[in-house]
């Protein structure tokens, strides 16, 4: 069992920056395959962000230059750096596991969400 508990939402303005963290528990954390993703109100619940255990990452078109993702393996978190931020970035944002590290944009654990809201 992975329990991952999101910080870092918030009220921002358009144009500003936010940086999202999420702490996972488990000894294997370098292993992990990791993401980031959000729901809007009425839409569903879309992967943005993700990073393999090598480091690798992937980027949804929408936030691919303006968010980053990132690993610290010494304090078992995972980063979502978010820049120039649009009001259509207005989400929950989840964090999520895939402990096995194999299975690329498909989490068996999941966080429980940080509003993130971007006004004008």
């Known amino acids: 069992q992975v329990q991952l508990v999101e910080s870092g939402g918030g009220l921002v303005q358009a144009g500003d920056s936010l940086t999202l963290s999420c702490v996972a528990s488990?000894?294997?954390?370098?292993?992990?395959?990791m993401g980031w993703a959000r729901q809007a109100p009425g839409k569903e619940r879309e992967v943005i962000a993700a990073i393999s255990s090598g480091g690798s990452t992937y980027y949804v078109d929408s936030v691919r230059g303006r968010f980053t993702i990132s690993k610290d393996n010494t304090k078992n978190t995972v980063y979502l750096q978010m820049s120039s931020l649009k009001l259509e970035d207005t989400a929950v944002y989840y964090c999520?596991?895939?402990?096995?590290?194999?299975?690329?944009?498909?989490?068996?654990?999941w966080g429980q969400g940080t509003q993130v809201t971007v006004s004008s």
């Open positions: 488990g000894r294997r954390f370098s292993g992990y395959g």
């Open positions: 999520a596991a895939d402990p096995t590290g194999l299975r690329p944009l498909n989490y068996d654990y």
